[in-house]
């Protein structure tokens, strides 16, 4: 695949010229602290790294900072954890380093190189594998999180215009990404912004979308086991299994969303109730907005639901007609109709005031991980009760709650200038508004310093939409009634059988799936020391962590893994073959 310039012009990868003169790629190539050249071309041993801190926790690895010790540059690894050494390097790892290999865009994570750790266990040695890539300041829903940092709306544009173009590309190389959310957009204090984690990325091979036919029809099926549910589009919960690239798009919706909001715009608590808040929000499904809906193997349960109007544009009215028009877009519930990349980027909302700002006049802030949120959910808390105002999402019972935005009015929608020009940098850019976070502030050096000292916070402050617990973090949403037999879903509860997908009828989805809600993390069992998602430290990510990394343990690993053994997958009965052949979509 084409290295493709970035649209910012002269921005290097990551931002930063001088880490770009030398990657730790590039280095290791050459030689490593010791003098040795490394055995294989892309990797180098660990001992070429200086580990700083850790940055998150993923169900696949642990990812830290380090320094490397040949060129100086920082950068992250994230550690491949073999849950169980028998099935080898699972095969998620696999995928995601094959597909970063292939791709090279400004608004994608690179894969550096991969670094080797041997242990010596007992017997043979064991390697531990680090992927390495830039480090990148924040992701963006920890940026969210932190209470110091407020998006002006030409910061978000800058973002939004920069998920689109590595979506563009990504959709252009026939790639679906399939778990596009806000704790998988990393952002740099350069402004860069890259699209991260191809765990559940796959080739797709129908054809790429089209500049103005949506994301076209896909003629093969593919699991509808993917997308963390917060972010997951209304097709693959009624289980669509022919879907297509505006998949990918229906996320880049709820994130653009979430950046004006400052939280998850979808939170559902359980597949039926991610499907109802959709609904609530871009109204119920027929055979105009989304035709052939009422085919979907998932919509048994949702055809009692009653019939709601569309609330987009009052919920958010404060962000603006142009907003709104690029919103109902961007998460259209007829998947053919739903705005693909190329198109989205020709918008007038970015032709529109105030313009989008250019990566490198967005400000600083201090490091934003998903291991910083529990230390900027203590900050918030300490700070009394915000005003009345609505919130979008999920009250404490589960309800939607379509109040009163958190954030100003940006003002007027007047098109102006083309957007080729901004973005190729050859026109002089045009003066810039504040935004609608600080118009009232001044200007925009203001909204960097620290968080805001106690007293009332400003109206435009994100809060919970329920009220905070006594440890500082908010209370989990209730436990998720499960969709098919009503009775509420606890974590480790549902017979391992039916966690492990065994033989489901249907596919996922909020009705007439397999009799267990899709995101079930399947910790229970687990002895290798990984923290069970019950901890508290990721209370607001329960329906972020995405599904299929529940399965993701040593089920989905295992399973995976069984594609590629045929041996061992005959020795198992024809049921599970047919199961198997589903995951391997
Ligand atoms: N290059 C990077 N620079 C800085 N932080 C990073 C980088 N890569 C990952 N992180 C941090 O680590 C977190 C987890 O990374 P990633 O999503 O790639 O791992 P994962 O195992 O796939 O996680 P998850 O199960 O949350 O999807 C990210 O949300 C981010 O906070």
Same mark, same amino acid.
């Given at each position: 695949m084409a290295s493709t310039p970035s649209?910012?012009?002269? #921005?290097t990868l990551n931002g930063n010229p001088a880490a770009s003169k030398r990657t730790a790629g590039q280095a290791s190539l050459e030689v490593g602290p010791d003098g040795k050249k490394p055995r294989f071309h892309g990797c180098s041993k660990i001992s070429n790294y200086i580990m700083m801190s850790k940055l998150g926790e993923g169900t696949f690895g642990e990812v830290h900072k380090a320094e490397s010790r040949v060129t100086g540059q920082i950068v992250a690894m994230k550690k491949i954890l073999?849950?169980? /050494?028998?099935?080898?390097? =699972?095969i998620t790892a696999i995928r995601e380093i094959k597909l970063l290999k292939m791709l090279s865009h400004p608004n994608i994570l690179k894969l550096e190189e991969m670094a080797i750790e041997r242990t010596k266990g007992e017997g043979r040695k064991k390697a531990i594998m680090y992927m390495v890539t830039p480090y990148m300041d924040h992701d963006l829903s920890g940026l969210l999180e932190n209470p110091s940092v407020h998006f002006t709306e030409p910061q978000i544009k800058c973002y939004m215009i920069q998920l689109l173009e590595g979506v563009a590309y990504l959709h252009a190389s026939k790639? *679906?990404?399939?778990?596009?959310k806000a704790a998988n957009l990393l952002i740099n204090n350069h402004g860069i912004l890259q699209i991260a984690d191809f765990g559940l990325a796959r080739p797709y091979d129908d054809p790429p979308p089209q500049g103005g036919k949506g994301g076209g029809e896909a003629t093969r099926d593919y699991t509808t *086991?993917?997308? %963390?549910r917060w972010y997951r589009p209304p097709e693959l919960l009624l289980t669509?299994?022919?879907? %297509?690239?505006a998949i990918d798009m229906w996320g880049v919706g709820c994130v653009f969303g979430e950046m004006f909001k400052?939280? !998850?715009?979808l939170q559902g608590s359980t597949d039926l109730n991610q499907i109802h808040l959709i609904f609530d929000l871009m109204g119920s499904p027929n055979e105009e907005n989304? =035709? $052939?809906?009422? %085919?979907? *193997?998932?919509c048994e349960g949702v055809k009692s639901f009653p019939q709601r109007k569309s609330t987009l544009s009052q919920t958010f009215? /404060? #962000?603006g007609p142009s907003f709104v028009s690029l919103l109902g877009e961007l998460l259209k519930l007829d998947w053919r109709k739903r705005v693909n990349a190329i198109d989205a980027l020709e918008h007038p909302y970015f032709k529109s005031s105030p313009l989008p700002a250019k990566p490198g006049e967005i400000p600083q802030f201090q490091e934003s991980h998903e291991l910083d949120r529990k230390k900027f959910r203590e900050q918030k808390a300490n700070l009394p009760p915000a005003p009345a105002g609505g919130t979008v999402g999920m009250g404490p019972d589960g309800d939607f709650i379509n109040g009163a935005s958190n954030s100003n009015h940006h003002g007027q929608y007047r098109p102006r200038g083309g957007l080729g020009g901004y973005l190729n940098d050859q026109q002089p850019y045009p003066p810039r508004h504040n935004g609608y976070e600080f118009r009232q502030h001044g200007? #925009?050096? /203001?909204?960097? $310093?620290? !968080? !805001?000292?106690?007293?009332?916070? !400003? +109206?435009q402050s994100r809060r919970p939409a329920w009220p905070p617990e006594a440890n500082g973090l908010p209370p989990r949403p209730p436990p998720p009634i499960n =969709?098919?037999?009503?009775g509420q879903v606890h974590r480790? +509860?549902?017979p391992r059988d039916e966690i492990r997908g065994r033989p489901p009828p249907r596919e996922g989805g909020v009705a007439g799936g397999p009799r267990v809600d899709t995101y079930i993390p399947s910790y229970a069992n687990r002895d290798d020391g990984h923290r069970d998602r019950d901890d508290g430290r990721r209370g607001r990510e329960d329906g972020q962590r995405r599904d299929e990394r529940g399965d993701r343990g040593r089920q989905g690993e295992r399973r995976e893994q069984e594609h590629r053994d045929p041996g061992r997958r005959r020795s198992r009965s024809p049921e599970r073959d047919r199961n198997r052949e589903l995951y391997r979509r």
């Open positions: 649209r910012f012009g002269g #921005q073999m849950h169980n /050494e028998k099935d080898g390097f =699972p790639i *679906l990404h399939r778990d596009m *086991l993917v997308v %963390t669509l299994r022919k879907y %297509t690239s400052g939280r !998850p715009i989304m =035709p $052939g809906w009422s %085919t979907l *193997l998932g009215r /404060e #962000q200007p #925009q050096r /203001e909204f960097r $310093g620290p !968080p !805001p000292p106690p007293g009332p916070p !400003p +109206s =969709p098919v037999w009503g480790g +509860s549902v």
